[in-house]
């Protein structure tokens, strides 16, 4: 009996080693990425780079190893999943067939990966994916990461424009389209958002912000209020009937659309005496006590709209009003 559990623990010890070294095989492209790059770094040809080139390449080498490294642990979190028979989707009903090597694309700031996970199907259902849910995945192949880079910069800029900010920080190409369906689906729980944090009644010491202003952009010729189009096809048959092109100071006329924005916001009790104004005009005397600090505007609420006139805003359900900072409605 000793010489057969001598044996098993042998056989077991054998499995447990052979686990390890498949394990740490899944990192090998890794390593072998990192030693090149060391070896690269110390080599005549990076030695005669210039610092514009030499910063390219390192980020190209540090990109693809960071895509490496996450190919390397999703492959990982694939050989050590393991099936279960508790799935359960939110309509109460169990997921009891399953099927390995449901593969996905997915796309990180630093380059593209590929997931395989256990599929847990029911027929006339959705497939779940535990793994899916515990890497917190969205229904978008895009990674978090590029969808909160999309986010910032399609505030600032057009999508095309946004797209190649966004395809710049990183070693993918994201285009025009990507982004317009990455930003859409970002505010996708935009009415929800400002519905949960909608502000309790403010002390009647509380003043209320009120402000308005517009910006012109251009629009497609059938987009513009009937006035503006009118006066587009006046100028137009001016142009024809005279045979010269538009003025280059008139080619902005007749060809925008204006959106009237309004906002809202509470602005708190803020004493202060002249020297807390003085100080915060000029700065902070060297011998006198700190300024008391400003008012600071809170639940604000920031309303756009290309359709509705400024005069509707009064309209408007406490719902958009937000806490955590300035939110938007485009109409």
């Given at each position: 009996m000793a010489v057969d559990a001598?044996?098993?623990?042998?056989?077991?010890?054998?499995?447990?080693?052979g686990h390890e070294d498949a394990e740490a095989a899944l990192f090998a492209a890794v390593r072998g990425h990192a030693e090149a790059v060391i070896a690269w770094?110390?080599?005549?040809?990076?030695?005669?780079?210039?610092?514009?080139?030499?910063?390219?390449?390192?980020?190209?080498?540090?990109?693809?190893?960071?895509?490496?490294?996450?190919?390397?642990h999703l492959d990982l979190r694939t050989a050590?999943?393991?099936?279960?028979?508790?799935?359960?989707?939110?309509?109460?009903?169990?997921?009891?067939?399953?099927?390995?090597?449901?593969?996905?694309?997915?796309?990180?700031?630093?380059?593209?990966?590929?997931?395989?996970?256990?599929?847990?199907?029911?027929?006339g259902k959705k497939n779940l994916y535990p793994q899916d849910a515990e890497l917190n995945w969205g229904p978008q192949s895009y990674s978090a990461g590029i969808i909160r880079r999309n986010a910032g910069a399609v505030a600032a800029a057009p999508f095309g424009q946004a797209a190649a900010q966004v395809s710049a920080q990183g070693a993918i190409h994201l285009g025009k389209r990507q982004s317009g369906e990455l930003a859409v689906a970002a505010a996708a729980d935009f009415e929800a958002f400002c519905a949960s944090r909608r502000p309790v009644p403010c002390d009647p010491a509380t003043g209320l912000l009120l402000t308005a202003d517009g910006s012109a952009f251009p629009v497609l010729p059938g987009a513009l209020r009937p006035a503006t189009a009118k006066a587009a096809a006046a100028r137009a048959a001016a142009a024809a009937a005279s045979g010269w092109p538009d003025d280059p100071g008139d080619?902005?006329?007749?060809?925008?659309?204006?959106?009237?924005?309004?906002?809202?916001?509470?602005?708190?009790?803020?004493?202060?005496?002249?020297?807390?104004?003085?100080?915060?005009?000029?700065?902070?005397?060297?011998?006198?006590?700190?300024?008391?600090?400003?008012?600071?505007?809170?639940?604000?609420?920031?309303?756009?709209?290309?359709?509705?006139?400024?005069?509707?805003?009064?309209?408007?359900?406490?719902?958009?009003?937000?806490?955590?900072?300035?939110?938007?409605?485009?109409?």
């Open positions: 001598s044996i098993a623990h042998e056989r077991v010890a054998g499995e447990a080693a770094a110390g080599s005549e040809q990076a030695l005669g780079l210039e610092h514009e080139e030499l910063e390219k390449q390192a980020m190209q080498a540090g990109f693809e190893f960071m895509r490496l490294l996450t190919q390397a050590r999943e393991q099936r279960r028979d508790d799935v359960t989707g939110a309509d109460g009903d169990a997921r009891r067939i399953c099927e390995d090597g449901h593969e996905r694309t997915r796309v990180m700031i630093y380059g593209p990966v590929r997931t395989s996970r256990i599929a847990y199907r029911k027929q080619l902005r006329k007749s060809r925008k659309r204006m959106a009237e924005l309004a906002a809202v916001a509470d602005i708190p009790p803020a004493p202060r005496t002249p020297g807390d104004i003085l100080a915060a005009l000029f700065g902070p005397g060297s011998d006198g006590p700190p300024a008391n600090p400003g008012p600071k505007a809170a639940g604000k609420t920031m309303f756009a709209s290309v359709r509705k006139p400024c005069s509707t805003s009064a309209t408007w359900p406490p719902a958009w009003t937000c806490d955590d900072g300035p939110s938007c409605r485009f109409v």
